[in-house]
């Protein structure tokens, strides 16, 4: 006998695929594994990576002032900083210049005169320009002093300024320790960005000589000195 086929019903149609709705909000994505992250970093994060000298700090600036700023530095350190003298400074640059650097010291009415003057030519506009160095215990421990004066200009000194370094002088308990090459450096630095470019001084005994050949001083055997006292000019050391 013969079975029957048993019809079967017709498949049903499936119902198309919704379409896209772009005004739909996309879904929150999946976070980024370490590897996105890192690739994620920085414009300056990923410079550095690939040249390490990029987490360098930047070269210091070059040229005359920086250098002699350089070495008041590496020869004093920050404890003998050098900074600007003021009229404050004056009576502390008078005692050093008459302990260290006069042949005969001052008396008291005289170091009294030589502060009162100082201390209004170190005034702005004054003529007079000083770098010192502050001992720890108070006071200075050195010191650095120029008289700028105005001479007739030619090609080597257009702006006709002329400096005479006047007294550099240092406490003999800070010696030996680069207070005096920091204080000069930096007197020479701000006198050369004024413009002057005519420098004298009086080196007092050999122990200094080195010290101003280094800075670029030499020797003249042209310039000659002469103290003279008379009547109307008074006495006293000069």
């Known amino acids: ?6 019809p079967q019903s017709p498949a049903a149609p499936r119902s198309p695929a919704a ?6 909000p996309p879904g929150p994505a999946a976070p980024p ?3 996105a992250q890192r690739d994620a970093a920085s414009p300056q994060d990923s410079a550095a990576r690939q040249n390490p000298a990029a987490q360098r700090s930047p070269a210091p600036p070059q040229g005359p ?3 002699r700023s350089r070495v008041a530095e590496a020869g004093a350190g920050r404890l003998f900083a050098p900074r600007v003298a003021t009229p404050a400074d004056a009576g502390e640059i008078a005692r050093l210049r008459s302990e260290f650097i006069l042949s005969e010291r001052l008396d008291d009415h005289w170091l ?4 009162e003057q100082l201390a209004a030519r170190l005034v702005p506009g004054g003529d007079a320009r000083a770098y010192v160095v502050d001992a720890p215990a108070g006071g200075l421990a050195a010191c650095a002093l ?5 001479v007739l200009p030619a090609p080597a000194y257009p702006k006709g300024l002329a400096v005479r370094i006047h007294s550099v ?3 003999p308990a800070y010696r030996r320790r680069g ?4 204080a000069l450096s930096a007197l020479l630095t701000h006198l050369e960005e004024e413009g002057v470019t005519l420098y004298e001084l009086y080196a007092h005994g050999e122990g200094s000589a080195p010290l101003y050949a280094s800075l670029g001083f030499a020797g003249d055997p042209a310039l000659m000195r002469m103290t003279r006292l008379t009547a109307r000019t008074g006495t006293h050391a000069s």
């Open 112 to 115: 009294a005169v030589c502060r």
């Open 33 to 35: 594994g370490p590897e």
């Open 179 to 182: 207070c005096a090459r920091a």
């Open 65 to 67: 002032a920086s250098c």
């Open 146 to 150: 120029g008289l700028v004066q105005a």
């Open 1 to 6: 006998m013969e079975r029957s086929a048993v």
């Open 169 to 171: 002088a240092t406490e």
């Open 19 to 24: 379409p896209p709705n772009p005004a739909a």
